[in-house]
């Protein structure tokens, strides 16, 4: 079963992805964690990316597809993935129809996350990442806090804000690209019949976790 988590960002789309990719064991492909780990590693691809998203630009479609295409690939990935920022926009949607064709699979679900605005960059202000690229369990200061300030509960790394969520250039370029290239998204899945809109709020008090557990019941009943 292949499952897109969309919506903005801070909206818990990696926090949702994570608890379902537990409880199913199929992989949570997060492009921005890929970029991330190479960025780490210093690797060709890192240099490449960071150029683009420290100032919160996509990285461009030749480089990101491919590297999907290779991702679902892979072995883990037979049974099902969750793909948690990727498609961005609606050439990497048509081509991962394509792709998914060639293997005679899907998009079976599509998770959209919505957020009230005003809460968006607030959470992205206050979000906090592993530096353990192993790891990199998410944090937010004010919602889910670590047990211990600054220190990751899983791995004991130390916690550290995103680049790209602590300058307001990049998160207003980020917020904007979302709303031009990403939101026509939900459209493009409503029409295809998998869309599943959720929100997420702290003013309705429905967290990211409730909605995982949804999916869950709704991936166990589709099996
Ligand atoms: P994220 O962790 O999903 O917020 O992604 C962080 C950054 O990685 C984005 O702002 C982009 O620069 C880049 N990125 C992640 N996913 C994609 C994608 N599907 N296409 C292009 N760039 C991406």
Not at 59 to 67: A, F
Not at 147 to 155: A, F, H, I, R
Request: aromatic residues 4%; proline residues 4%.
């Amino acid at each position: 079963m292949i499952i897109i988590m969309l919506g903005a960002q801070g909206t818990g789309k990696g926090t949702v992805a994570g608890i379902i990719s537990e409880q199913t064991n199929w992989p949570q492909i997060s492009t921005g964690d890929i970029f991330r780990k190479n960025i780490s590693e210093k690797t060709e691809l890192g240099i490449e990316a960071n150029k683009y998203m420290s100032k919160g630009n996509l990285v461009p479609d030749e480089i990101t597809i491919p590297m999907v295409a290779d991702r679902l690939s892979q072995e883990d990935a037979k049974q099902g993935a969750i793909l948690d920022g990727f498609p961005r926009n609606i050439k990497q949607a048509q081509k991962l129809d394509e792709i998914l064709k060639d293997m005679g699979k899907q998009v079976d679900l599509v998770v959209n996350l919505s957020t009230p605005r005003e809460e968006i960059i607030d959470r992205m202000l206050t979000r906090v990442v592993c530096s353990n690229p192993d790891c990199k369990t998410t944090y937010n200061t004010k919602l889910h806090p670590p047990k211990v300030e600054g220190v990751c509960d899983k791995c004991g790394a130390p916690l550290k804000q995103r680049e790209d969520d602590s300058n307001s250039e990049a998160i207003n370029r980020r917020l904007e690209i979302y709303e031009n290239q990403t939101a026509p998204l939900v459209e493009y899945y409503k029409e295809k019949g998998v869309l599943r809109t959720e929100t997420v709020s702290v003013s309705i008090n429905r967290m990211g976790k409730d909605v995982a557990q949804d999916i869950i019941q709704l991936v166990k009943k589709g099996e």
